[in-house]
């Protein structure tokens, strides 16, 4: 999935990141996985799906409105620290991968497939590389995902050197199918450690 080539998604990235990103502020950086079907692979902004964007950020659009669990999590924990100006302003959500992937209609994880977590693998690196010049931090990373997620980043990490340290938090795809009941005390858990590195 690549959002980039729609120019309507172009176009709400280009009114996102111009709303929240236009200064010289240096921001922690939080890596998901890869973008999903119903959220970042329509709309192009990592977590957010078309309805989130427009009742969370204001950015109206012509995007079916799907919503996507992990959207749903991530703007919760927003709210927590805020809202989308205050969280914003000290953080950068992005994805290890920035281009999603689907299989038999449903999303694929990079590191599902080992030939697609290898192929992706110097896309990864490259995009890293990219944004990393945006004037994010290199001290702290968070990383979305404690298991496969965290393991890969942590390996690429020691052979690239990107960040000091990288902490890992619960994935908001397993929190919201597998966690419900616990919402409160995961976003809890994210503002606590968040709120540590002072970003």
């Known amino acids: 999935m690549n959002p980039y080539q729609d120019p309507a998604a172009w176009r709400l990235c280009e009114q996102f990141y111009t709303q929240y990103y236009a200064d010289a502020v240096s921001r922690v ?7 999903g ?3 970042g ?6 977590f957010t799906d078309p309805l989130t ?5 204001g950015i109206p659009n012509t995007l079916q409105k799907k919503t996507e669990l992990s959207a749903e999590f991530i703007y919760r924990m927003i709210r927590a620290h805020g809202g989308p100006v205050q969280f914003y302003q000290r953080f950068y959500i992005s994805a290890l991968s920035p ?7 449903k999303n694929l994880n990079y590191y599902d497939n080992k030939e697609l977590e290898m192929k992706v693998t110097p896309f990864i690196i490259e995009s890293l590389r990219a944004q990393l010049g945006f004037g ?6 968070f990383c979305l995902g404690e298991g496969q997620n965290f393991k890969f980043l942590s390996q690429l990490n020691s052979s690239h050197h990107f960040f000091e340290r990288i902490i890992p938090l619960a994935h908001p795809r397993f929190i919201m199918q597998y ?17 540590k590195v002072n970003g």
Do not use: S, W
């Not at 950086?29 to 973008?35: A, D, E, Q, S």
């Not at 964007?53 to 950020?57: A, P, Q, R």
């Not at 994010?136 to 990373?141: G, N, S």
């Open 53 to 57: 964007l427009e009742i969370e950020c």
């Open 179 to 195: 966690r419900r009941k616990k919402i409160d005390e995961y976003v809890a858990d994210y503002r606590e450690k968040m709120d």
């Open 99 to 105: 281009l999603g992937f689907t299989q038999d209609g």
């Open 136 to 141: 994010i931090r290199h001290d702290v990373c």
């Open 29 to 35: 950086i939080v890596l998901g996985i890869n973008p």
């Open 41 to 46: 692979g329509i709309t192009g902004i990592p």
């Open 37 to 39: 079907r119903f959220g």
